[in-house]
């Protein structure tokens, strides 16, 4: 009985919870989007000896209202262990050849985990003119720069970035090999996509000839097969 | 991955000797022989043929060739939960599980050993280590938090498993995008758990709508959880020690999200509501209700077109609009339902409304529901979907058909889900090219479809 009567104020006391909770949502907790004027804010807040806190959440909103007249400020942050990845959460999304140099000069001063986060924001970015740079990191000595650069490779997808991955492909070590199939599986997809199956074949029939776990040599054939018939058909 | 894209029967000639459905008059296929079989096809791969189950005279129990080998990722309270489901199936057999907390994987493999009974459960603390070391595993259970499931999900699809990941399933468009993309480049078996479109009454609803006895349907309504807002915390708890004896890695924890000082409550589940980690009151809900309306509707590759922004700070009544004027009204509260998780879906004949706790859908007239037994067994009988969300997806990782909750499903619903969010967030209306998939006229809506991942936890 006395269970009872415990178990049913717990649930009064939960309804009562959750009622609240519905009615009292955490509004004032949030960093409102900036409006375009408060660039030049935004700007001083990161130039500014405020905590980090207030830096990291300029850096959210100048993600979604950023301009170039943002990356000079934002560019030496990348190289900041704590700013880092708010530098480039901030510089990703912002429009403009300035982002794509300003990665790219950061590639050559950044090492391990800076890096590998620069890398993964070119690819998002599918900078063309990183490829030469990306080519030469897929023999860095540290894996997740190695696979890191791949990556990018991958998303980047032209035919450039397609023939440093085939070529690389068997001679990279067993750990970078993977992302290495992976980023070429990729540019075969954008090139069958592209309508040009002869050169996704190739590629393709890399990847099933690689030492590599069976899924990549599977995924490879699937793939080989349809440039294959995508080939004939254009006969 | 839509069911359209993928070969599913014979009239297929697309790699038809690769077919992973059984044809007419063929024996069936299990998983490993089709892939054995897909590689040894294309003069690569050597894999040997298993030996069939009756050749083994087995009486009824599953040999070790035929199970699916499963795997934990972020198992806690509602993967235990989804855990609960899976270990009765005779034909898997869990093995192993990965978690940055500590005391949740010792959770698990307590509870697993206890189903056993013995103690070859295997704990690991490092996702990387995990994918790399087990490639034994065939399928996978993600349940970590929201921050993490497209990208665990990814990364166990390029190590080659198939996944069955907890909703919802990505935190943005982009994330969405790339669970779609690599299911389809490693041809995975994917399904988000939307368990719903797998129960009975709910499929009843979907039913009556696909069949066209409510008529020309006009409006559909989803329910968006009755706690925390759309508006999200940016705010930080204040900064504690890291428990002792490197029992939560927090840097894995974060994983791709921005970092922040370590605070007990994230880890307990205190991470709901904040931006990072939680996709709103949106989401937490409408990753189940959107995705049950637009299978009903048809829209599993598309998503609306337009979003209404409401002036409150829950995204209540939003209309939402797709291409061929469909309606979907998002609702919190009862107005419309006596239970959680709601869709009610109204035509110019009649209605069918169901919720969680629902012994059967409430419809406008008594005789929409006289035949829904029947109705249950043709929605199977058609679709080949039964009525367990878990069954359905190891059923899939033997037949390598798509599941009912698929990539593409998951994908354009979470779309929804994002696009309503982010039109709360920029506080006006917007409009979405589905075939694009982004905004018109809104660079700055555009720059929220995805967010640069803390590295090295990068897709």
Same mark, same amino acid.
């Given at each position: ?235 | ?176 995008? =790339? /669970?779609?993309?690599?299911?389809? !480049?490693?041809? &995975?078996?994917?399904?988000?758990? #939307?368990? *719903?479109?797998?129960? @009975?009454?709910? =499929? /009843?609803?979907?039913?009556?709508? !696909?069949?066209? &006895?409510?008529?020309?349907?006009? #409006?559909? *309504?989803?329910?968006? @959880? ?234």
């Amino acid at each position: 009985m006395c269970n009872r009567k415990t178990s049913f104020c717990l649930a009064v006391v939960l309804l009562a919870v959750v009622l609240l909770a519905g009615a009292l949502p955490l509004r004032g907790q949030t960093v409102p989007p900036a409006t375009p004027e408060e660039e030049g804010k935004l700007i001083a807040v990161l130039l500014s000896d405020t905590p980090l806190k207030a830096k990291m959440d300029a850096c959210r909103q100048l993600a979604v209202i950023g301009t170039p007249k943002a990356v000079p400020v934002l560019a030496p942050l990348l190289e900041d262990e704590k700013l880092s990845h708010m530098a480039r959460y901030a510089l990703e999304p912002i429009p403009g050849a300035s982002v794509d140099q300003t990665l790219r000069d950061a590639m050559g001063k950044l090492k391990g985990r800076l890096l590998v986060g620069v890398l993964g924001s070119i690819g998002v970015r599918h900078d063309a003119k990183a490829v030469p740079a990306l080519m030469k990191m897929l023999d860095d000595p540290d894996p997740e720069t190695a696979r890191a650069a791949a990556g990018a490779l991958g998303k980047i997808a032209n035919a450039e970035a397609a023939g440093a991955l085939r070529e690389k492909l068997g001679s990279v070590p067993p750990k970078v090999r993977p992302a290495v199939a992976d980023a070429t599986l990729a540019c075969a997809e954008a090139l069958l996509a592209a309508d040009k199956p002869g050169e996704a074949a190739a590629l393709y029939e890399s990847v099933t000839k690689a030492e590599l776990p069976k899924h990549f040599r599977v995924a490879a054939t699937y793939g080989l097969i349809q440039a294959r018939q995508a080939a004939e058909k254009k006969k | 991955m839509s069911p359209s894209r993928l070969c599913r029967g014979a009239g297929c000639s697309a790699s038809s000797s690769f077919r992973p459905t059984q044809a007419a008059g063929c024996p069936p296929v299990t998983r490993r022989q089709f892939l054995g079989r897909a590689a040894t096809a294309g003069g690569l791969v050597t894999v040997p043929y298993l030996v069939p189950a009756s050749a083994l005279g087995l009486n009824g129990e599953v040999p070790p060739n035929e199970r699916i080998v499963l795997g934990g990722l972020g198992v806690g309270n509602r993967g235990s939960g989804v855990l609960r489901w899976m270990l009765p199936e005779k034909d898997v057999q869990f093995v192993a599980t990965c978690d940055a907390q500590t005391s949740r994987s010792a959770r698990v493999k307590q509870m697993v050993d206890a189903h056993y009974g013995n103690t070859d459960c295997v704990t690991y603390r490092d996702m990387r280590e995990f994918l790399a070391a087990r490639d034994d595993i065939d399928a996978l259970l993600v349940t970590t938090g929201d921050r993490w499931h497209a990208l665990a999900s990814i990364m166990a699809m390029r190590a080659g498993k198939d996944v069955y990941s907890e909703k919802p399933s990505c935190m943005t468009v982009a994330e969405g995008q =790339t /669970v779609v993309e690599t299911a389809k !480049r490693f041809r &995975r078996i994917y399904q988000t758990g #939307t368990q *719903r479109l797998s129960e @009975a009454k709910f =499929t /009843v609803a979907n039913e009556l709508l !696909r069949t066209g &006895r409510l008529g020309k349907v006009h #409006t559909v *309504r989803a329910h968006i @959880a009755p706690w925390d807002a759309a508006e999200m915390r940016h705010d930080w708890l204040p900064a504690q020690p890291l428990p002792p004896d490197n029992q939560v890695d927090w840097d894995q924890w974060l994983g791709p999200c921005p970092w922040r000082p370590y605070n007990e409550s994230y880890v307990r589940g205190g991470w709901r509501g904040f931006y990072d980690f939680h996709t709103s009151c949106i989401g937490e809900w409408g990753a189940h209700t959107f995705a049950q309306c637009q299978v009903a509707i048809g829209a599993v590759d598309t998503s609306p077109v337009e979003y209404g922004y409401v002036d409150n700070p829950t995204g209540d009544g939003m209309v939402t609009r797709f291409a061929d004027g469909m309606e979907m009204v998002l609702h919190r509260g009862d107005k419309y339902w006596r239970g959680s998780c709601g869709v009610r879906y109204e035509g110019t004949e009649g209605w069918v409304a169901v919720a969680d706790g629902y012994p059967k859908p409430d419809v406008s007239d008594p005789a929409l529901l006289e035949d829904s037994e029947q109705v249950v067994r043709d929605y199977v009988e058609r679709t080949g979907h039964v009525m367990s969300h878990v069954r359905d997806f190891f059923n899939s990782v033997k037949s390598r058909r798509p599941a009912v909750a698929h990539p593409e499903m998951m994908h354009r619903s979470m779309t929804t889900v994002h696009a309503a969010n982010i039109c709360m967030w920029l506080k006006r209306d917007m409009k979405y090219d589905p075939v694009k998939e982004e905004f018109l006229d809104d660079p700055e809506a555009n720059r929220l479809r995805s967010r640069a991942q803390r590295a090295p936890w990068i897709m």
